[in-house]
């Protein structure tokens, strides 16, 4: 691998609530001008070539907040899918998605594996939506199939029955809305990751600001252990 060849980028989309809150709204307005910027960079992304586009959408721990939050994000990711089916198809975006879909109902699991079905013939990027999605029960779901299937433990076989299976690993991890933690996203696959954090919130977050990024990325020396 070249040490800087860019492949897979992933986003924790965080700051759409203190948007909404500085300009005087309510949250829900801010998750949906988040899924305008999803549209946005997801656009951008399959216009300059990135293989894959990881997107935090809803995390394990995200149940916990108010059930009107919560039923309003479910309702969004059902119409942003609906919606999106269209851009989708015009930019050749492969959708998938990663996490535990149990939980959702019948609708939401009918619209995510129709998304799936109708796009998995595109072959420019692949934008992959993290949704009740959190890498501790990935790995703890990755070590049942592996028990199940009385696989070996080794890397590969973790790698293998993780939710990115046949995913390169993370090159780049951005974290918007000012806070420098992971929340549980993605740990294994961003072993290597360069981080960036930025204090620009998710509705906010622009094409020009992510090409600095992949400049900054460019520069970097990834060494992978090595002197």
Same mark, same amino acid.
């Given at each position: 691998?070249?040490?800087?060849?860019?492949?897979? !980028?992933? !986003?924790?989309? %965080?700051?759409?609530?203190?948007?909404? /809150?500085?300009?005087?709204?309510?949250?829900?307005?801010?998750?949906?001008?988040?899924? /305008?910027?999803?549209? #946005?960079?997801?656009? @951008?992304? $399959?216009?300059?070539?990135?293989?894959?586009?990881?997107?935090?959408?809803? $995390? *394990?721990?995200?149940?916990?907040?108010?059930?009107?939050?919560? %039923?309003?994000?479910?309702?969004?990711?059902?119409?942003?899918?609906?919606?999106?089916?269209?851009? @989708?198809?015009?930019?050749?975006?492969?959708?998938?998605?990663?996490?535990?879909?149990?939980?959702?109902?019948?609708?939401?699991? /009918?619209?995510?594996?129709?998304? #799936?079905?109708?796009? #998995?013939?595109?072959?420019?990027? *692949?934008?992959?939506?993290?949704?009740?999605?959190?890498?501790? %029960? &990935?790995?703890?779901?990755?070590?049942?199939?592996?028990?199940?299937?009385? &696989? +070996?433990? $080794?890397?590969?076989?973790?790698?293998?029955?993780?939710?990115?299976?046949?995913?390169?690993?993370?090159?780049?991890?951005?974290?918007?809305?000012?806070?420098?933690?992971? $929340?549980?996203?993605?740990?294994?696959?961003?072993? @290597?990751?360069?981080?960036?954090?930025?204090? *620009?919130?998710? +509705?906010?977050?622009?094409?020009? &600001?992510?090409?600095?990024?992949?400049?900054?990325?460019?520069?970097?020396?990834?060494?992978?252990?090595?002197?």
């Amino acid at each position: 691998m070249k040490k800087n060849e860019l492949k897979h !980028i992933a !986003i924790i989309m %965080d700051g759409n609530g203190r948007w909404a /809150k500085f300009k005087g709204k309510i949250r829900t307005e801010g998750h949906k001008e988040g899924a /305008k910027t999803v549209r #946005k960079i997801t656009e @951008y992304c $399959s216009n300059i070539g990135l293989e894959y586009l990881t997107l935090y959408a809803f $995390s *394990t721990e995200n149940w916990n907040r108010p059930k009107s939050e919560v %039923d309003f994000l479910m309702k969004l990711l059902d119409n942003y899918l609906e919606k999106e089916l269209d851009g @989708y198809m015009s930019n050749n975006v492969k959708f998938e998605m990663i996490g535990d879909i149990s939980r959702f109902s019948d609708k939401l699991k /009918k619209r995510i594996e129709t998304t #799936k079905e109708q796009t #998995k013939n595109n072959n420019s990027l *692949t934008q992959v939506l993290a949704i009740n999605y959190g890498s501790q %029960d &990935e790995l703890t779901r990755a070590f049942s199939r592996i028990s199940h299937k009385q &696989e +070996p433990i $080794s890397i590969e076989s973790i790698t293998n029955n993780l939710d990115t299976a046949g995913m390169p690993s993370v090159d780049i991890l951005i974290r918007t809305g000012g806070e420098k933690r992971l $929340s549980n996203f993605l740990l294994w696959q961003s072993a @290597y990751a360069e981080l960036f954090f930025t204090d *620009t919130l998710w +509705p906010d977050f622009c094409e020009t &600001e992510l090409a600095r990024i992949m400049d900054d990325f460019k520069r970097r020396e990834r060494r992978f252990g090595r002197i």
